[in-house]
């Protein structure tokens, strides 16, 4: 099961924040991570990206192409359910933009044949949608990768790009 963060210290290397931006699907295995994080071994200054891979004894490794994939059609459902329920405008563009980026995560990965697929599968196996849990982790994902692109962008610009 992997976790993946985004912590943030102190000029101390004290952890000031940590947000699970991908989920294990397992409570226990995310709050455990951000706890890591605390201890004086992963101390650093500034910000850190990164992920945490646990194995759980009996249990097969889940990050497996497939998982992933499928967590990726999940979460474009997810998206495209926010778009056309949403409440707001603002409800509505967000769910546009999450189902825009795990379209073209879906897209890079996979034939159309095995996103027709992994649709059907998934539409099977969750006719419901995703989580509450699960669609916060994916929209954390989807703000994560904007703001490392507003990072990239700040760069480019400052180098007269």
């Given at each position: ?32 991570t951000?706890?890591i ?39 474009l ?85």
């Amino acid at each position: 099961m992997r976790v993946y963060y985004h912590a943030e210290y102190d000029a101390d290397g004290i952890l000031t924040k940590c947000v699970i931006t991908k989920s294990s699907g397992y409570p226990e295995l995310d709050s455990t991570t951000c706890a890591i994080m605390k201890r004086p071994g992963f101390r650093t200054v500034g910000s850190r990206e990164s992920s945490v891979t646990w194995k759980i004894p009996g249990t097969p490794v889940s990050d497996a192409p497939t998982d992933k994939a499928t967590s990726d059609v999940l979460c474009l459902l997810g998206g495209a359910a926010v778009f056309a329920n949403g409440h707001t405008a603002e409800v509505q563009q967000s769910g546009r933009a999450m189902s825009m980026y795990y379209l073209g995560r879906v897209e890079a990965e996979m034939s159309e044949a095995e996103m027709t697929n992994t649709l059907e599968k998934v539409a099977q196996t969750t006719p419901a949608g995703p989580s509450q849990s699960k669609l916060l982790s994916c929209a954390l994902e989807v703000k994560s990768a904007g703001e490392r692109l507003k990072v990239l962008g700040t760069q480019l610009k400052a180098e007269g790009h």
